[in-house]
């Protein structure tokens, strides 16, 4: 069975880290572009960051640069998204999918992503 599946979620105080995983199995990453998106109680599905097949095309949404950090390890088949400086408007649920192969990298984009994760909670609360 193809599937992500994402883990590291959390309760963190404002000013914390946590770093999520996203775990493929079915599937090599290898060769595929993985996002993370985030959904927040009553907004829309928005894109955080992506990382391209080689690990080195990263993108980042302007309201986490410099504070999140997106990596992958292929031969652990995981993709990483490292959170740093926590702030309460990053409260959501995280999800991470694969990009449907042969588009330019986007993060933006969900209708772009398949095989979506089941989420993983990430609460900033003091």
């Known amino acids: 069975q193809l599937q992500l599946v994402e883990s590291g979620g959390g309760l963190v105080q404002p000013g914390g880290s946590l770093r999520l995983s996203c775990a493929a199995s079915g599937f090599t990453l290898d060769y595929y572009t993985i996002g993370w998106f985030r959904q927040a109680p009553g907004k829309e599905r928005e894109g955080v960051s992506c990382?391209?097949?080689?690990?080195?095309?990263?993108n980042y949404a302007d309201s986490v640069k410099g504070r999140f950090t997106i990596s992958r390890d292929n031969p652990k088949n995981t993709v990483y998204l490292q959170m740093n400086s926590l702030k309460p408007e990053d409260t959501a649920v995280y999800y991470c999918?694969?990009?449907?192969?042969?588009?330019?990298?986007?993060?933006?984009?969900?209708?772009?992503?398949?095989?979506w994760g089941q989420g993983t909670q990430v609460t900033v609360s003091s």
């Open positions: 990382i391209g097949y080689n690990g080195v095309d990263k």
């Open positions: 999918a694969r990009q449907y192969i042969g588009l330019r990298l986007d993060c933006s984009t969900a209708g772009e992503y398949t095989y």
